[in-house]
């Protein structure tokens, strides 16, 4: 399958690369995210050694790594079958072969197995580094997915590490634009749709046909007991998290809709005081996030006082709306009926929140290029509890002010969209306001006459999202 997206992360690591030091870089991300490809990619046409770490005994991993470097024309295979430990091991890092005009690269894939194995090495890596190993022409990255670990073992002061990584790389789920091509015959409406669906996660997209409808897709590759993303979640869980039955209620519970922490609470039957343990590790790796409204102050922000939980991922979030509920039925094979009665009538009202957040990154997008009437300091939703703007853009100041309304519904917009959002501008004290709506199935002759005339007013449809 061709290569798909992360061009910024692939130039991150060619700058590294390209640099006249030693590097040390350390990437991370969630399972799935497509750091193992990205990193396969990085290293075509480079001479390099890469070591998928298995979960193994320190003694196999070590046997493991010394093949390839062996392999890869490390000197020691001349009098060794094996190093002897892991200083030596990555102590001949230095005196690999290289071409005139290249550098050594070594990555180190699910380096979080080796420490499990062994807990001194990053201890070893340190002293290694300190003393030899940042004099030499190499990159050496250290790859993982066990997010919390990397974070606290390998980036944070207590690590022997700290302050010796040249570059930190998180590796984040696409963003929707880079997901839009993994299918390139879709309508832009249906590749909104199965974003909301999926997300930006590589392995889930590519798990969908292309050549099959989005109906389709969700019918035979997330309802159908067997195949990989009808049990993704479960597997993923289990992996991450020591009571996956108590994460699954507090998902289920954000999934339809608590989205404060006493709601979450009264959803589950749980403590508030352990929902918010629970909650911390799910922000930790990235499924959950506590969003603010757009113009919250940092004091606000740190003590929490205004702040919504959402699964950031949609593929989790789908998952735990429509699946999660319904395992009974799907597991009896009832996937029509489930699709049917559960999922198709409430799918368009599902990709809403979805389709708010495309609307935001392409503003975002917009404000990079320069494209606004201004250049915006924040971008984000905003609520105060009886009223809710789907997209706010502010300058620095607050006194510029872009909102918006997104509608992701199959009918066109008409011009009482565009006056209840200007009507919802009163409740801000900026002097300059813009408008802009977001729409999945266009806009009323009348709207778009209007729009024309009120430079105020921007129409972007969905494939304008799209027109990147």
């Excluded at 990437?27 to 995210?33: A, K, L, N, S, T």
Aim: hydrophobic share 40%; proline share 5%; aromatic share 12%.
């Amino acid at each position: 399958m061709t290569f798909i997206g992360r061009q910024d992360e692939l130039d991150f690591l060619e700058s590294c690369y390209t640099s006249d030091k030693a590097q040390l870089v350390v990437m991370y991300g969630r399972r799935r995210v497509g750091k193992t490809e990205l990193l396969a990619h990085f290293a075509q046409r480079k001479s390099h050694v890469f070591f998928a770490s298995p979960s193994a005994s320190r003694d196999e991993q070590l046997a493991a790594f010394s093949r390839q470097m062996f392999a890869a024309g490390a000197p020691a295979s001349r009098y060794l079958s094996q190093y002897a430990d892991w200083e030596s091991a990555l102590k001949d890092i230095a005196n690999l072969p290289t071409a005139e005009g290249t550098r050594r690269l070594v990555i180190i894939d699910e380096f979080p197995y080796l420490v499990k194995s062994d807990n001194a090495l990053p201890s070893i890596i340190q002293n290694l580094w300190d003393h030899t190993l940042k004099h030499e022409n190499l990159m050496l990255v250290l790859c993982g997915s066990a997010m919390s670990f990397i974070e606290k073992e390998i980036l944070s002061e207590q690590s022997p590490l700290y302050g010796r990584a040249t570059g930190i790389l998180k590796v984040l789920p696409m963003p929707y634009w880079d997901a839009a091509e993994f299918f390139p015959r879709y309508s832009p409406a249906d590749k909104a749709l199965t974003y909301a669906v999926l997300g930006g996660v590589p392995h889930y997209l590519a798990q969908f046909d292309p050549d099959a409808s989005v109906k389709d897709n969700i019918k035979h590759h997330l309802l159908r007991r067997g195949t990989a993303l009808y049990s993704e979640t479960e597997f993923l869980m289990h992996q991450e998290f020591r009571e996956p039955a108590t994460y699954n209620t507090i998902l289920q519970a954000v999934a339809l809709g608590a989205t404060q922490l006493n709601d979450i609470a009264q959803r589950t039957m749980l403590q508030p005081q352990a929902v918010s343990t629970y909650l911390k590790n799910l922000i930790e790796v990235n499924i959950l996030e506590r969003e603010f409204p757009v113009d919250a102050k940092p004091a606000e922000t740190a003590k929490a006082m205004r702040g919504l939980y959402q699964i950031t991922d949609n593929y989790f979030r789908f998952w735990y709306a429509f699946v999660f509920p319904n395992r009974s039925e799907l597991e009896m094979g009832d996937i029509e009926g489930t699709y049917r009665f559960e999922i198709e009538p409430a799918l368009h009202d599902f990709a809403a929140t979805a389709f708010e957040r495309i609307c935001a990154n392409w503003l975002r997008r917009e404000n990079m290029r320069g494209s606004l009437p201004f250049r915006a300091h924040h971008i984000g939703r905003w609520w105060n509890g009886k009223t809710e703007i789907d997209v706010v853009a502010t300058d620095k100041s607050q006194r510029r002010l872009q909102l918006g309304e997104c509608k992701f519904r199959n009918k066109p917009i008409d011009i009482p969209v565009l006056r209840a959002l200007q009507d919802k501008a009163a409740l801000f004290k900026a002097e300059d306001r813009h408008f802009m709506l977001f729409a999945l199935n266009g806009f009323s002759p009348e709207l778009t006459a209007l729009a024309q005339a009120d430079p105020s007013v921007t129409l972007v449809d969905v494939a304008q999202l799209y027109h990147i």
